[in-house]
């Protein structure tokens, strides 16, 4: 019986959860930022990871409450613990943009959240970390090139316009200015100038 009382105390908890944060997102629609953030709030702190990176979106975007970096990052770093992608992403790129200078932990922390982030299919991660791994201080263009083309998949075109420049240089791949050009000529359709520019050139 304890077992049982246990089982629907935690079904109750979630179910509410859910349904504040479902709350949140409506009221965010209408509008009504102030409502939208306590509920998104009370469902974080039952440990709801969907409401924790939305009250870090709202502290990041200061809506419902005042702008607060450090506030979205603690946020973001608890759903990232519970495996949320897009706050896994947005907390690496915290800890490398806001934090850069402390330490070599820190960054591997980061580059571990991203990592997650984009076998999880976040676009934006793949394509943060294959710019990453292109312009880092010890360059590992192969893992980069890797990411940039997951991220070209998901229809970046920024991305798609990386790989071609690796494929006109030859960084992580053989020099193929045809296939240069093919992901150029994919970039630029998409929207990306600077492909259209390279193209010209």
């Known amino acids: 019986l304890e077992e049982a009382a246990f089982q629907l105390q935690q079904i109750f908890r979630i179910d509410i959860s859910i349904a504040l944060n479902i709350l949140g997102i409506e009221s965010m629609r209408a509008g009504h930022y102030g409502i939208a953030y306590t509920c998104f709030k009370l469902a974080a ?23 607060d970096l450090e506030k979205a990052a603690f946020y973001y770093c608890q759903a990232a613990s519970s495996c949320h992608p897009m706050a896994q992403y947005r907390y690496g790129r915290y800890l490398l943009c806001h934090r850069p200078g402390d330490g070599w932990d820190r960054h591997q922390r980061a580059v571990t959240f991203l990592e997650q982030a984009a076998m999880a299919g976040i ?11 292109m312009r880092g201080l010890h360059p590992k263009e192969k893992r980069g090139l890797k990411y940039l083309l997951l991220a070209a998949k998901n229809g970046d075109a920024q991305s798609r316009y990386h790989v071609g420049v690796c494929y006109e240089q030859g960084l992580g791949v053989q020099q193929n200015l045809a296939e240069a050009k093919r992901h150029y000529r994919e970039s630029a359709a998409a929207g990306s100038r600077s492909a259209r520019e390279r193209l010209r050139v």
């Open 45 to 67: 702190d039952r440990g709801y990871s969907k409401a924790q990176f939305n009250v870090g979106l709202c502290y990041e975007h200061g809506r419902g409450t005042e702008k």
């Open 123 to 133: 676009t934006e991660a793949q394509a943060y970390l294959g710019v990453l791994y």
